[in-house]
């Protein structure tokens, strides 16, 4: 799994973007913070090579916590910036700061 941040001059927004190896999944999103955790338009695209990639613009200077949903599983990224745990989930949260 992988994250790539590129942050732009012009505007306040970080491109991110997510690549989960995912061979024989069906359908992978991103879901955290800074989408309600709803997994409508946040799909990653499966690409040829078994990978599973999207980008998104974020709003700079927060931090987000975030989980994949692996086929309906939630799947932790492993080079996230730190964890948290989260009582409402009862897990540990990635969390991605931006």
Do not use: C, H
């Amino acid at each position: 799994m992988a994250i790539s941040k590129q942050y732009l001059k012009t505007k306040p927004v970080v491109k991110v973007t997510f690549t989960v190896p995912a061979e024989d999944a069906k359908k992978v999103a991103v879901v955290g913070d800074f989408n309600n955790w709803n997994p409508k338009g946040s799909t990653l695209k499966k690409l040829k090579n078994g990978n599973f990639k999207g980008t998104f613009d974020l709003p700079k200077e927060n931090s987000y916590e975030f989980r994949y949903l692996v086929d309906g599983s939630y799947v932790n990224e492993s080079e996230a910036d730190r964890y948290q745990w989260n009582d409402f989930a009862g897990a540990e949260n990635a969390v991605l700061e931006l």
